[in-house]
């Protein structure tokens, strides 16, 4: 069948990608190339033989989404599409909420209308805010600390409302929680733009003599060695997320939230502690301020993953740091 990845160009888009091919699945990616560049389409089908169909769209562009299901034979969406740094959330969220919900809801217009009714929906562990228990698992209560956390909830609750008004949706909503590392190929990996808003990538930048030191964002957290902990998770294992995702549109009708993550929660201070170990370099660090936002900790509990879709994941710390540094040690200047 034919899926339609809207946001594929991106990190864990062109992961997901490569992996669909493997399985011998069509693609069409819808992409506006704000945050990505052309080069990745290259990128991918060096790595798979296969190069997946590309439009540049903007998942708010209503004329452009009906084109695209009117001219190919769409079976499923896989929506990546949206900004993603927290930060930059706190301080533009009006151009979040466009973005991201209302590019959403344009986009869930256009299936209706195609009659195309399965989506794939990337979520994020920021909707449970600061959680009420560790680990985090589906029935923690939903409660956002920042604008972006919002916009995914919001949409959440749209795909939702639309899963009980008609009975013929089926969406995964995957909550992810830290995705970190790059194919093992070193061919694709994390290319942000300016200053880094994840910290793997800051990390790398640091290793390759791109910036001076890394900053840590506070290091008075009630966590124990006071920086923030969070559930990292290698992006090939998210992206394998998603191609066992496909398999629940036949047995899972309705709305189905899913955390991928790998349930161990790792410091800043004990990736950075990693890095070192895997690659042999010295990360020079400082301590910052914490970002408006952040919370302590955040770690899946990814049980449901595993029951429902036959997932977890399989990559541990070493391997995502390896990869990470493999990536960044071959693209210095990501893509360009």
Not at 313 to 319: E, I, M, P, R, V
Request: hydrophobic residues 40%; contains cysteine; proline residues 5%.
């Amino acid at each position: 069948m034919t899926i339609l990845v809207t946001g594929g160009t991106g990190y864990i888009g062109s992961h997901t990608v490569v992996e669909l091919h493997k399985l011998g699945q069509d693609v069409v990616i819808l992409d506006n190339l704000s945050n990505s560049k052309l080069i990745v389409l290259d990128r991918i089908e060096q790595i798979s033989g296969k190069r997946p169909l590309f439009i540049e769209a903007d998942i708010r562009d209503a004329a452009a989404l009906d084109s695209v299901f009117s001219e190919h034979d769409i079976k499923a969406v896989i929506h990546f599409a949206g900004l993603k740094a927290v930060g930059e959330s706190v301080a533009e969220p009006l151009r979040y909420y466009d973005n991201n919900v209302a590019g959403s809801l344009r986009l869930l217009e256009a299936m209706s209308k195609a009659k195309v009714k399965n989506v794939i929906f990337s979520s994020s562990a920021t909707v449970y805010g600061s959680p009420e228990r560790l680990p985090i698992d589906e029935d923690c209560a939903l409660r956002t600390t920042n604008p972006y956390g919002a916009n995914k909830l919001q949409i959440e609750q749209m795909m939702g409302d639309l899963c009980v008004s008609d009975a013929d949706w089926s969406v995964v909503a995957l909550r992810y929680f830290n995705p970190v590392g790059a194919h093992e190929s070193g061919l694709i990996g994390e290319d942000p733009k300016g200053i880094p808003n994840n910290l793997m990538p800051f990390i790398t930048q640091v290793a390759s003599g791109l910036r001076a030191e890394l900053s840590v964002f506070g290091d008075d957290y009630d966590t124990p060695d006071g920086s923030g902990v969070r559930d990292y998770i290698h992006v090939v294992d998210l992206a394998l997320g998603h191609v066992k995702a496909l398999g629940l549109f036949t047995k899972a009708i309705g709305f189905n939230p899913i955390n991928l993550g790998t349930g161990n929660g790792y410091s800043v201070l004990e990736m950075v502690k990693s890095f070192e170990r895997v690659n042999e370099i010295k990360i020079p660090f400082n301590i910052s301020p914490r970002r408006p936002g952040d919370i302590a900790s955040c770690y899946a509990q990814p049980n449901k993953a595993l029951t429902m879709m036959d997932w977890q994941a399989s990559k541990g710390l070493d391997q995502m740091m390896k990869d990470a540094w493999h990536w960044q040690s071959n693209n210095p200047n990501g893509y360009e």
